[in-house]
């Protein structure tokens, strides 16, 4: 498996990835201007060209949410999410991010347990800030 940046030749199964994970996927057209945009540090992690993970960073300065972080089913709890992060992190340090921030639903146990393990941390809660269905979510952050 490798680890590097998304390109327009991931973009059917990203899309079909981010359609199957997420209740509101992003559409092609984000993607697309993410692979372009300068702020934007998109990743996959693939093996012969199938994509197995997705995970996407938004920078501001020398701060970066993390996004679209999506593991194909079949290919969870084999430490390809934390794989991928890590890379995509310890990139993002070299080129100045000090801190990195994200939201989690509150009640995405498997997600809240690899980011801790990733070494970031709670500190905070957004009430009702998703909807599909309307849950809480956890804003965490490494610094
Ligand atoms: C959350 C998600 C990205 C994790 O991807 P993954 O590749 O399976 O995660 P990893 O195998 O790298 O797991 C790393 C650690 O996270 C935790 N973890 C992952 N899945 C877990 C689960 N189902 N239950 C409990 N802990 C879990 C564990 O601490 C794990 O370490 P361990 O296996 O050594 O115990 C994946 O389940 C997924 O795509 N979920 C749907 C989309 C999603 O929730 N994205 C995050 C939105 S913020």
Redo the contacts with the bound molecule.
Sequence with gaps: MIVRKMEEKDLDQVCQLEAD??SRPWRRKDFEDAIREKYYCFYVAAEDNIVL?TAGLICSHDEADITN???LPA?????????LLRQMLAEAKTNGIKAFT????AG????I??YE?LGFVREGLRKEFYDLPCEDAVIMWKR
Excluded: C, H, K, P
Excluded at 75 to 83: C, D, E, L, T
Excluded at 102 to 105: A, D, I, N, Q
Excluded at 108 to 111: K, V
């Design positions: 994970t997420f993970a972080v999506a593991v290919y969870r709890r084999r430490g390809i999410a934390r794989s994200l939201e989690v639903r995405n146990l498997a997600a347990q690899m393990s």
